[in-house]
Protein backbone atom coordinates (compact mmCIF):
# COMPACT_ATOMS: atom_id res chain seq x y z
CA UNK A 1 0.00 0.00 0.00
CA UNK A 2 2.28 2.73 0.37
CA UNK A 3 4.50 1.80 -2.22
CA UNK A 4 1.48 2.79 -4.28
CA UNK A 5 1.19 6.24 -1.97
CA UNK A 6 4.80 6.75 -3.02
CA UNK A 7 4.53 6.06 -6.66
CA UNK A 8 1.45 8.46 -6.90
CA UNK A 9 3.36 10.91 -4.77
CA UNK A 10 5.62 10.95 -6.78
CA UNK A 11 3.59 11.30 -10.32
CA UNK A 12 2.03 14.32 -8.96
CA UNK A 13 5.97 15.58 -8.65
CA UNK A 14 6.36 14.44 -12.16
CA UNK A 15 3.20 15.70 -13.36
CA UNK A 16 4.12 19.39 -11.75
CA UNK A 17 7.32 19.49 -13.04
CA UNK A 18 6.60 19.23 -16.44
CA UNK A 19 3.37 21.75 -16.11
CA UNK A 20 5.82 23.90 -14.76
CA UNK A 21 8.21 23.37 -17.88
CA UNK A 22 5.19 23.57 -20.01
CA UNK A 23 3.75 26.75 -18.47
CA UNK A 24 7.41 28.04 -18.68
CA UNK A 25 7.55 27.58 -21.99
CA UNK A 26 4.39 29.49 -22.60
CA UNK A 27 5.76 32.64 -20.80
CA UNK A 28 7.17 34.36 -23.61
CA UNK A 29 4.10 33.21 -25.70
CA UNK A 30 1.52 34.73 -23.84
CA UNK A 31 4.16 38.15 -23.69
CA UNK A 32 4.49 38.19 -27.38
CA UNK A 33 0.68 38.83 -27.59
CA UNK A 34 1.30 42.64 -25.25
CA UNK A 35 4.25 43.48 -25.79
CA UNK A 36 6.85 44.36 -28.56
CA UNK A 37 9.57 43.88 -26.00
CA UNK A 38 9.67 40.51 -26.36
CA UNK A 39 10.20 38.64 -29.55
CA UNK A 40 10.81 35.02 -29.82
CA UNK A 41 11.03 33.03 -33.19
CA UNK A 42 10.08 29.26 -33.65
CA UNK A 43 13.52 28.09 -33.15
CA UNK A 44 13.70 30.37 -29.67
CA UNK A 45 10.68 28.32 -28.36
CA UNK A 46 12.12 25.06 -30.10
CA UNK A 47 15.28 25.50 -28.16
CA UNK A 48 13.77 26.25 -24.98
CA UNK A 49 11.31 23.60 -25.50
CA UNK A 50 14.76 21.23 -26.16
CA UNK A 51 16.16 22.90 -23.13
CA UNK A 52 13.49 22.52 -20.62
CA UNK A 53 12.95 18.92 -21.79
CA UNK A 54 16.56 17.71 -21.00
CA UNK A 55 16.82 19.42 -17.30
CA UNK A 56 13.13 17.72 -16.80
CA UNK A 57 14.19 14.58 -18.17
CA UNK A 58 17.40 14.34 -16.44
CA UNK A 59 16.02 14.81 -13.26
CA UNK A 60 13.03 12.26 -13.89
CA UNK A 61 15.88 9.51 -14.76
CA UNK A 62 17.91 10.34 -11.74
CA UNK A 63 14.68 10.32 -9.31
CA UNK A 64 13.90 6.98 -10.84
CA UNK A 65 17.88 5.70 -10.48
CA UNK A 66 18.03 6.84 -6.69
CA UNK A 67 14.82 6.49 -4.30
CA UNK A 68 17.16 8.96 -1.61
CA UNK A 69 15.33 12.63 -1.15
CA UNK A 70 18.83 13.98 -0.51
CA UNK A 71 20.33 12.89 -3.46
CA UNK A 72 17.08 13.76 -5.88
CA UNK A 73 17.40 17.47 -4.12
CA UNK A 74 21.10 17.26 -5.12
CA UNK A 75 20.06 16.14 -8.66
CA UNK A 76 17.22 18.46 -9.02
CA UNK A 77 19.51 21.75 -7.80
CA UNK A 78 22.43 21.03 -9.84
CA UNK A 79 20.09 20.66 -12.93
CA UNK A 80 18.63 24.01 -11.79
CA UNK A 81 21.93 25.03 -11.72
CA UNK A 82 22.71 24.38 -14.96
CA UNK A 83 19.56 25.09 -16.76
CA UNK A 84 19.84 28.81 -14.84
CA UNK A 85 23.34 29.11 -16.47
CA UNK A 86 22.67 28.44 -20.03
CA UNK A 87 19.24 30.53 -20.08
CA UNK A 88 20.84 33.56 -18.21
CA UNK A 89 24.33 33.37 -20.67
CA UNK A 90 22.21 32.66 -23.60
CA UNK A 91 19.47 35.02 -23.45
CA UNK A 92 21.39 38.15 -22.21
CA UNK A 93 25.04 36.87 -21.76
CA UNK A 94 26.80 37.05 -17.89
CA UNK A 95 29.97 38.83 -19.23
CA UNK A 96 28.69 41.43 -21.19
CA UNK A 97 26.15 40.61 -23.74
CA UNK A 98 25.21 36.67 -24.80
CA UNK A 99 27.88 37.09 -27.94
CA UNK A 100 30.95 38.12 -26.24
CA UNK A 101 32.93 35.26 -26.73
CA UNK A 102 34.25 35.17 -22.43
CA UNK A 103 30.87 33.43 -21.98
CA UNK A 104 32.49 30.61 -23.45
CA UNK A 105 34.01 29.72 -19.76
CA UNK A 106 30.57 28.93 -18.26
CA UNK A 107 30.96 25.93 -20.51
CA UNK A 108 33.82 25.01 -19.10
CA UNK A 109 31.97 25.06 -15.85
CA UNK A 110 29.08 22.93 -17.38
CA UNK A 111 32.28 20.40 -18.58
CA UNK A 112 33.29 19.80 -15.10
CA UNK A 113 29.84 19.05 -13.64
CA UNK A 114 29.07 16.80 -17.09
CA UNK A 115 31.93 14.84 -17.42
CA UNK A 116 32.47 14.74 -13.81
CA UNK A 117 29.26 12.85 -13.20
CA UNK A 118 30.20 10.54 -16.09
CA UNK A 119 33.25 9.31 -14.08
CA UNK A 120 32.25 8.85 -10.71
CA UNK A 121 29.01 6.91 -12.50
CA UNK A 122 26.98 9.39 -10.94
CA UNK A 123 27.44 7.97 -7.12
CA UNK A 124 26.20 10.13 -4.37
CA UNK A 125 30.19 10.89 -2.70
CA UNK A 126 31.15 11.31 -6.10
CA UNK A 127 28.55 13.82 -7.15
CA UNK A 128 29.38 15.52 -3.98
CA UNK A 129 33.29 16.14 -5.33
CA UNK A 130 32.12 17.28 -8.86
CA UNK A 131 29.91 19.37 -7.35
CA UNK A 132 32.25 20.83 -5.54
CA UNK A 133 35.05 21.16 -8.43
CA UNK A 134 32.27 22.40 -10.53
CA UNK A 135 31.88 25.06 -8.03
CA UNK A 136 35.76 25.65 -8.06
CA UNK A 137 35.50 25.65 -11.34
CA UNK A 138 32.73 28.72 -11.17
CA UNK A 139 35.32 30.49 -8.82
CA UNK A 140 37.91 30.31 -11.41
CA UNK A 141 35.32 31.58 -14.07
CA UNK A 142 35.40 34.29 -11.69
CA UNK A 143 38.27 35.20 -11.13
CA UNK A 144 39.17 35.53 -14.26
CA UNK A 145 36.15 37.53 -15.22
CA UNK A 146 37.60 39.83 -12.86
CA UNK A 147 41.47 40.00 -14.25
CA UNK A 148 39.62 40.83 -17.46
CA UNK A 149 37.38 43.64 -15.78
CA UNK A 150 34.20 42.57 -15.67
CA UNK A 151 32.52 43.43 -12.65
CA UNK A 152 29.23 41.96 -13.42
CA UNK A 153 31.04 38.14 -12.65
CA UNK A 154 30.54 38.30 -9.14
CA UNK A 155 27.00 37.58 -9.81
CA UNK A 156 27.96 34.38 -10.51
CA UNK A 157 28.11 34.26 -7.31
CA UNK A 158 25.07 32.33 -7.10
CA UNK A 159 26.39 29.42 -8.88
CA UNK A 160 28.62 29.08 -6.71
CA UNK A 161 25.97 28.42 -4.04
CA UNK A 162 24.15 26.39 -6.07
CA UNK A 163 26.77 23.89 -6.88
CA UNK A 164 28.17 24.24 -3.34
CA UNK A 165 24.66 23.43 -2.02
CA UNK A 166 24.04 20.73 -4.49
CA UNK A 167 27.42 19.20 -3.23
CA UNK A 168 25.82 19.46 0.34
CA UNK A 169 23.29 17.51 -0.40
CA UNK A 170 25.23 14.85 -2.14
CA UNK A 171 27.37 14.35 0.71
CA UNK A 172 23.84 13.75 2.94
CA UNK A 173 22.88 11.17 0.32
CA UNK A 174 26.55 9.81 0.37
CA UNK A 175 25.53 9.41 4.33
CA UNK A 176 22.61 8.38 4.65
CA UNK A 177 23.44 5.73 1.86
CA UNK A 178 25.73 4.51 4.63
CA UNK A 179 23.59 4.32 7.59
CA UNK A 180 21.18 2.28 5.65
CA UNK A 181 23.36 -0.11 3.81
CA UNK A 182 24.54 -0.61 7.67
CA UNK A 183 21.74 -1.37 8.93
CA UNK A 184 20.95 -3.99 6.36
Same mark, same amino acid.
Given at each position: ??????????? #?? @????? %? %????? +???? !??? =?????????????????????? *????? /?????? +??????????????????? !?????? $??? &??????????? $??? &? %??? !???????????????????? =?? +???????????? %????? /????? +? *? &?????????????????? #?? #????? @???
Amino acid at each position: MTEIKTTKRAN #RW @SFAMW %G %GAGAL +LLLP !LIA =MQFTREVQWTVSDFAFMGALLA *TACGI /YELAAR +LQGNGSYKAGVAVAVVGAF !LLIWVN $LAV &GILGSENNPAN $LMF &G %GVL !LVAMVGSLLVWFRPVGMAVV =MG +LTALAQTVVVVI %GLAQG /YSDVL +L *T &GFWIVLWLVAAGLFAQAA #RQ #RKVVQ @SQA
